[in-house]
């Protein structure tokens, strides 16, 4: 089955700097790999994602990209603030027909704390 | 307001004591799905439903049972939870299948099996 490795587990920047996670993956069929945010005590909530067909995909400070070849994507946050510190996973769906239907689950990374130094 | 809605947050039982931890949302989503949180190990996907009574599992189904008789409703039942159970829940819907509408979480219980 679909397996998701994310690294690093923690990563530490400072305040204005870049951060970058990178995740891999196993099932070359997957099509969707979202990122989700969790803040300390809170839930997961979902901040970009990109889809098979796409190489990257930006959103303000936050990008995405997907090199499909050698299974990996990758998180970039540009100008970091304080309230970027969270636990960010990635998440890969991978394609399963069964019973004349395709299955929907989602495999996440094992997650990445980040924390902004002031 | 739209969310999804877990009960209870917290919940302390004893090994074999059946438990069920309730899960409802208000937006009519037809795929629903319950993760377990746990340090080191991420999310991992328990069940999901992709419609009334359609359940499938994830990668971590043993010692879980789920229903879907009604849309809105996805409660996670563990007939005799053990101490390996101990863990962070979410469940979480979408619109019609993750991949598909983005997953919203609810608040999370926070189960501890002595």
């Known amino acids: 089955g679909e397996n998701v490795e994310q690294h690093p587990s923690t990563l530490s920047v400072q305040e204005g700097d870049s951060a970058v996670i990178k995740c891999t993956y196993s099932?070359?069929?997957?099509?969707?790999f979202p990122w989700y945010k969790q803040e300390l005590g809170k839930r997961p909530q979902l901040i970009i994602d990109?889809?098979?067909?796409?190489g990257e995909k930006k959103d303000q400070r936050i990008a995405v990209t997907l090199n499909k070849t050698a299974k990996h994507f990758s998180l970039h946050i540009t100008e970091t603030q304080p309230e970027d510190s969270a636990v960010y996973f990635c998440a890969a769906s991978p394609i399963t027909v069964r019973y004349g239907g395709a299955t929907n689950k989602l495999i996440f990374g094992t997650g990445t704390l980040l924390a902004v130094q002031p | 307001e739209a969310q999804v809605t877990q009960n209870p947050r917290y919940l302390i039982t004893v090994t074999g004591k059946k438990l069920t931890v309730t899960c409802s949302q208000n937006?009519?989503?037809?795929?629903m799905s319950w993760y377990r949180q746990d340090p080191g190990l991420g999310l991992r996907q328990i069940y999901y439903?992709?419609?009334?009574?359609?359940?499938d599992k994830g990668d971590v189904p043993e010692g879980y049972k789920v229903s879907r008789k009604e849309k809105r409703n996805f409660p996670l039942i563990l007939e005799s939870p053990s101490p390996n159970q101990t863990s962070l829940y979410f469940c979480?819907?979408?619109?019609?299948?993750?991949?598909?509408?983005?997953?919203?979480f609810g608040n999370g219980t926070r189960l501890t099996v002595t």
């Open positions: 979480a819907s979408s619109l019609r299948g993750h991949n598909n509408s983005p997953l919203h």
């Open positions: 937006m009519n989503h037809e795929y």
């Open positions: 990109i889809r098979s067909n796409v």
């Open positions: 439903s992709m419609n009334v009574e359609v359940t």
């Open positions: 099932d070359s069929a997957s099509n969707y």
